[in-house]
């Protein structure tokens, strides 16, 4: 199936700081979606990036859709304890848009 | 509330035993989903459907089977041929549009004895 190649697999950071996440994939990708998923609950979406080139901020969250339409990172500025969790990104395949593939996710983890 | 429900949350089973997930959702979305996902590993497609009484495997659907009876509906059979069935299962839907979003359950996990 259709990769998704996301990094880093986990971070460990301090309170207040800024994190950077990725994710490449070698297909272009027409939608780039990030979600957070808590412990033990369903991920959630945080953005949605349908265009490239595309910049998208959901307050301290922002993505980018890369201008080649194969990458996307995700933004945390001033990181707090409750933005820890699992990050994936994710999309639908080129060839069928209902086939919905997800990174293997970034795991965050926040020190107070 | 609309939403999407799976059930049980927890679930054990002996091996050599079938058993079923449940999944509904009351959003009228036409497309449903099922991930399993286990650590490290993020998510892996299982099965989706896009329609009533129509379904497509995913990247690792040997051992398990679906149904779509109902648009609401969309269970999953995890049966005694899949040979590693401990996980968290994950089922999803997804409305008509270009948002693309997903909209998850809450998961029920699976623990073989």
């Known amino acids: 199936g259709q990769q998704l190649n996301q990094s880093p697999q986990s971070m460990f950071i301090q309170e207040g700081e800024d994190v950077s996440m990725n994710c490449t994939s070698s297909?272009?990708?027409?939608?780039w979606l990030w979600y957070k998923q808590d412990p033990g609950e369903g991920p959630v979406l945080l953005i949605a990036l349908y265009k490239a080139g595309e910049l998208t901020s959901n307050g301290r969250l922002t993505a980018q859709f890369g201008i080649t339409r194969k990458d996307s990172f995700l933004n945390i500025s001033a990181s707090i304890p409750s933005d820890v969790g699992i990050y994936f990104c994710a999309g639908p395949t080129p060839y069928n848009n209902n086939d919905m593939r997800f990174g293997a996710g970034t795991r965050l983890t926040v020190k107070p | 509330d609309g939403g999407i429900t799976q059930s049980p949350k927890y679930l054990f089973r002996k091996e050599g035993q079938n058993v079923t997930l449940s999944c509904e959702q009351n959003?009228?979305?036409?497309?449903m989903y099922w991930y399993r996902q286990d650590p490290g590993q993020g998510l892996r497609l299982i099965y989706y459907?896009?329609?009533?009484?129509?379904?497509q495997k995913g990247d690792i659907a040997e051992g398990y089977s679906v149904s779509r009876e109902k648009k609401e509906s969309f269970p999953l059979t995890v049966t005694s041929a899949q040979k590693n069935p401990t996980a968290f299962y994950l089922c999803a839907s997804r409305g008509q549009g270009h948002t693309g979003e997903l909209f998850f359950g809450e998961g029920s996990r699976l623990t073989v004895l």
């Open positions: 297909s272009i990708f027409n939608t």
């Open positions: 459907s896009q329609i009533v009484n129509d379904f």
């Open positions: 959003l009228n979305h036409d497309a």
